[in-house]
């Protein structure tokens, strides 16, 4: 099985910079997606890594480090938008599939 | 873009009624995933499918079957509500069985709620 944590609320104001964290343990490592979820609605991608280092877009980024089993997600210039529940997903092989597990979503709080 | 619908946003059935939670998506794709929604708890696979006719238990499937005879559509069958099981469902596609890049899509949800 695997085991992946995410802390459960952060806040943060509007402008700043929040990185929400996700640690994991799996085998047959293949992937960790960060998803976004506002409250009501279905998570939408946000970002995909599946080897070592840092992918930007915009005005967020995603790093990854396998050896520590390690992830977080950089938002940048928070908006009152980007308040919303963020998803940290790691792949892993599984008898030949490719499943994604969830973690339990970081609740982030914005405030002007 | 790609579309994922759910067949009802809402719904109130009874204990040991059965239900039937349909998915569609219109993008071709191979994968489909039923997964549930609780607070606390984040989201945990039921079951998936990498084709027709083809199903995989996820984590959670005890009280819950699935049906993909077309490639567009995927079911969740409750054979016998109970309480316990009243949750948000949600529906998931995703392009191909690999280990590249394949994100995930999701449907709107389904608030499911047993009396």
């Known amino acids: 099985g695997q085991n992946i944590d995410q802390p459960t609320e952060m806040t943060a104001t509007e402008g700043a910079i929040v990185q929400i964290n996700c640690t994991y343990q799996t085998s047959g490592f293949n992937g960790l997606f960060w998803y976004q979820q506002h409250a009501g609605e279905a998570p939408t991608f946000l970002s995909y890594?599946?080897?070592?280092g840092l992918e930007e877009k915009g005005r967020f980024s995603s790093f990854l480090s396998r050896s520590k089993g390690y992830s977080y997600l950089l938002l940048k210039e928070l908006q009152m938008k980007d308040s919303a529940s963020y998803l940290c997903?790691?792949?892993?092989?599984?008898?030949?599939?490719?499943?994604?597990?969830f973690g339990r979503g970081t609740s982030l709080i914005v405030h002007p | 873009d790609v579309k994922v619908t759910q067949s009802s946003r809402y719904l109130v059935k009874r204990t040991g009624e059965k239900v039937f939670l349909e998915c569609v998506q219109d993008?071709?794709?191979?994968?489909m995933f039923w997964y549930r929604q609780d607070p606390g708890l984040g989201l945990r696979l039921i079951y998936f499918s990498y084709d027709v006719k083809m199903k995989e238990k996820g984590d959670i499937p005890e009280g819950y079957s699935v049906s993909r005879e077309k490639k567009e559509r995927f079911s969740l069958i409750l054979e016998s509500a109970s309480t316990n099981q009243t949750s948000m469902y949600l529906c998931?596609?995703?392009?191909?069985?690999?280990?590249?890049?394949?994100?995930?899509?999701f449907g709107p949800g389904t608030r499911l709620t047993v009396t």
């Open positions: 997903a790691v792949r892993a092989t599984s008898g030949g599939s490719y499943i994604p597990t």
């Open positions: 890594n599946v080897l070592d």
């Open positions: 993008m071709d794709h191979e994968n």
């Open positions: 998931a596609s995703s392009l191909e069985q690999g280990a590249g890049f394949d994100e995930q899509y």
